[in-house]
């Protein structure tokens, strides 16, 4: 592949959309960085948890906020996350912590600090970077090259998400993500929502690589139209 124009990526939607899996094959096949903003929420998530901080007391979370040493890997062949040195890319995707991460992630200290360091990030991706989460386009990257929202009815976002943790019950994961999404929708600081700009993709009926093809496409098309 010729040394293309460094392009940045912003990939929103909610939990079940396929967001990781495609951000991380269109990251791959374009030779782009790629950082899970998600993740860094719940690694700071983690820290609290696991430093006996009252995830219920934001003013407990804002004032450890910037405690934590969170460093994130972007090689979206094996993205690595660490906190304080430690690697926590697998104690962050368990019950506690994802049963936490939309309080902590509320508090405007945590997502001012996070936000940072997420620009900070893209700013050094040298060939460009796809980056995904929340309100990367809305209010982290504001001025991304592209932006794309993915969407899917809660039953197939709910099917996906039960199919990745074992044994999960159908109803109850779909009754949770769309508490999650309610709490996330209408957070005061930085909501889920997709911006003006934001191309959505219903991935609902696509398969996984329909939905990373389309991407390609966009990212492809937004290159070449410079």
């Known amino acids: 592949m010729e040394s293309a124009t460094p392009v940045i990526v912003a990939i929103d939607g909610p939990s079940g959309t396929g967001k990781s899996s495609t951000s991380k094959a ?13 993740a860094q929420y719940r690694a700071i998530t983690w820290w609290m948890v696991t430093n006996g901080i009252d995830t219920a007391d934001p003013f407990a979370i804002a004032s450890a906020a910037g405690k934590p040493e969170i460093v994130s890997g972007t090689d979206p062949e094996k993205p690595a996350i660490t906190v304080d040195g430690l690697d926590v890319a697998g ?43 929340r309100d990367i386009g809305t209010t982290v990257l504001p001025d991304a090259d592209l932006k794309v929202f993915l969407t899917a009815s809660p039953e197939a976002r709910a099917a996906r998400r039960s199919g990745e943790l074992e044994g999960a019950d159908l109803h109850a994961t779909r009754e949770a993500l769309v508490k999650r999404d309610a709490a996330d929708s209408s957070r005061k600081t930085s909501p889920l929502a997709k911006a003006d700009d934001a191309v959505e993709v219903d991935t609902t009926d696509l398969t996984l690589q329909q939905v990373i093809e389309c991407v390609v496409t966009l990212v492809e098309e937004k290159r070449a139209g410079r």
């Open 26 to 38: 269109v990251a791959a096949q374009l030779g782009l960085s790629y950082l899970d903003t998600g």
């Open 91 to 133: 104690p962050i995707r368990e019950q506690d912590v994802t049963s936490k991460v939309s309080a902590v992630s509320a508090v405007p200290e945590v997502r001012a600090r996070i936000t940072e360091l997420q620009r900070a990030i893209a700013g050094s991706a040298v060939t460009g970077i796809v980056v995904e989460g």
